[in-house]
């Protein structure tokens, strides 16, 4: 980390926003050689990957149905990260990122950029959770459904 250099906590927040899947905001606050941004590139293109199958040969490819999700759970981690950012105390903020100075924050852009994050982090949570749960129920075998229906009256 290069102490010379203000990080904004405004700027971090927006980054994790818009670009968070990509680890544009740990690069941001961390450097190119921070090994987790580039890591976030895994599920990412893992998930984008995914969807490309999924589009092009349906939905029951299983290795998209597998894939997918991991996308929406990154970009729900990654506006988890924005938020975390966006709401911590400046005094503690300073103190992390930086030492010996203090980078300037707009209140009002780190409480728009929380509540988009809060926003956009639910929805890809819950359609992964309603994505994995329908391949899930659809994919239950037969002689299962057969036999649960044969214990009830």
Known sequence: MNPARDRSK???AWLA???????????????WADARGWL???PTLAGAYGVFRMR???????????????????????????????LMPDQKWDARYNPGGSAASIATFNVLAAGLALALGTIALMASIAF????YFENVPADRDQKSQRLTP
């Open 10 to 12: 405004t700027l971090a």
């Open 17 to 31: 926003l818009l670009g968070g899947v990509l680890g544009v905001h740990r690069f941001y606050l961390h450097g």
């Open 40 to 42: 976030l590139w895994v």
């Open 56 to 86: 092009s040969l349906g939905q029951d490819d299983v290795l998209a149905w597998l894939l997918i999700p991991l996308l929406g759970l990154t970009i729900a981690l990654t506006m988890l990260t924005a938020i975390r950012c966006a």
């Open 132 to 135: 994995m749960a329908q391949r």
